[in-house]
């Protein structure tokens, strides 16, 4: 496997968009740099891989590797990778997006991507709260949690995104944080290699926002959070709902066969031929 210097020099556009914008201690460098060594260890061509983003934090991220990339518009990232994917179904198309740009503005995307299995690897960072725009809170917000939108408290449920995805049909879902950096590339290689629509949500730390509403001082504390708030899915399944209570359960949520929508399309396509 490459050392990281090397990473560097062959995937990141590191003479021309740098330095980036990300605070420190944020995240998605971690998730980031997990997602190049994977890309590099299963062999990828860079002309093969599309990376697309909607509008955040994690929408930069297109920005600053050296692939086919598109920083699209707020919500919309899937509707971009569908499209591509079904013009060119030899590429290999990721999407990167925030919670908010995600679960809210793109919930309705996200919800009938899964449904359709279109064969996209996507990879929702969920830091609880919207980062780049102040701090508001986000549909994965805890309730009764203080932002910048709620000084009283979140009034609103937050969502479970990975249950939200596997009802609505998708292929593959699971779970890591950036903490956990071994599961995060084990669960990065098989959303990429799924044949179908592939969902990974990683928790990461925003320190700039979420970490003062969560009383949590630096990125190391948050981090700190995530090892000790974190569950198995294995362990998951042998306690009680009550247990459960305000852990994140990690590892694969979902991993089943479903035709894909670009075979289904196929198929449509060669009745219309006779």
């Not at 209570?245 to 289904?264: F, M, P, S």
Request: hydrophobic residues 40%; glycine residues 8%; charged residues 20%.
């Amino acid at each position: 496997m490459k050392e990281t210097a090397e990473l560097v020099h062959i995937y990141l556009r590191s003479s021309k968009k740098f330095p980036h914008i990300w605070c420190a201690g944020c995240g998605i460098g971690i998730f980031m740099n997990a997602l190049l060594r994977v890309i590099d260890r299963i062999g990828y061509s860079k002309d093969d891989v599309v990376l697309v983003s909607g509008i955040g934090c994690s929408g930069r991220l297109p920005v600053y590797v050296d692939f086919n990339t598109l920083h699209t518009t707020h919500g919309r990232a899937l509707t971009f990778a569908t499209g591509i994917k079904l013009a060119k179904p030899h590429l290999k198309v990721i999407t990167v997006m925030g919670d908010g740009d995600a679960i809210a503005i793109g919930g309705n995307h996200l919800i009938h991507a899964a449904r359709r299995n279109v064969e996209i690897a996507s990879f929702v960072i969920n830091n609880y709260v919207y980062g780049m725009t102040g701090g508001q809170y986000s549909p994965t917000t805890p309730h009764g949690v203080k932002t910048t939108s709620s000084p009283y408290g979140n009034p609103e449920h937050d969502f479970d995104i990975c249950r939200v995805v596997e009802a609505a049909g998708a292929a593959f879902v699971a779970r890591s944080t950036v903490y956990h950096t071994r599961l995060l590339d084990r669960l990065i290689s098989k959303a990429l290699k799924k044949k179908g629509f592939a969902l990974v949500e990683v928790v990461s730390q925003c320190p700039t926002y979420s970490g003062r509403w969560l009383d949590l001082d630096s990125p190391v504390e948050m981090m700190k959070w995530q090892k000790e708030n974190s569950i198995t899915m294995e362990k998951a399944r042998r306690i009680s709902k009550d247990e459960l209570t305000g852990k994140i359960v990690i590892g694969v949520l979902a991993d089943r066969e479903v035709q894909t929508y670009h075979e289904r399309y196929q198929q449509v396509s060669e009745k219309l031929k006779v």
